[in-house]
């Protein structure tokens, strides 16, 4: 199994910034794509970016210019550095990956808890 561990959530003011990390940990043969997903109270979990093994970044509209997806594959992290942050972006922030256990065994899509990220004066 491949456990994901995110950090880096806490309370920010508006315009300021913050940086989620999340290791993944277990018996992991290969990791694919990587993701942040996003989802505010009363509503759908959304994807904020993800980034390629190859390290090929993608953005959700809100997330352009503002938000940077990062990946250290020896250390099996994605990061999501979050700047000018504003109170829509409040959310629990969950990390998901595509993994392998094994060579022979398909690629399956874990998640992680989350991190809570509150941006409020």
């Known amino acids: 199994q491949v456990q994901l561990v995110e950090s880096g959530g806490g309370l920010v003011q508006p315009g300021g910034s913050l940086r989620l990390s999340c290791v993944a940990s277990?018996?992991?043969?290969?990791?694919?794509?990587m993701a942040w997903y996003r989802q505010a109270p009363g509503k759908e979990r959304e994807l904020v970016a993800d980034?390629?093994?190859?390290?090929?970044?993608h953005y959700a509209d809100f997330a352009k210019g503002r938000f940077t997806i990062s990946r250290d594959n020896a250390k099996t992290t994605v990061y999501l550095q979050m700047n000018s942050l504003n109170a829509g972006d409040t959310a629990v922030y969950h990390c998901?990956?595509?993994?392998?256990?094994?060579?022979?065994?398909?690629?399956?899509?874990?998640w992680g808890q989350g991190t809570q990220v509150t941006v409020s004066s």
């Open positions: 277990g018996r992991i043969f290969s990791i694919g794509a």
């Open positions: 998901n990956v595509n993994a392998k256990i094994r060579s022979w065994l398909p690629t399956q899509n874990y």
């Open positions: 980034i390629t093994d190859a390290g090929n970044a």
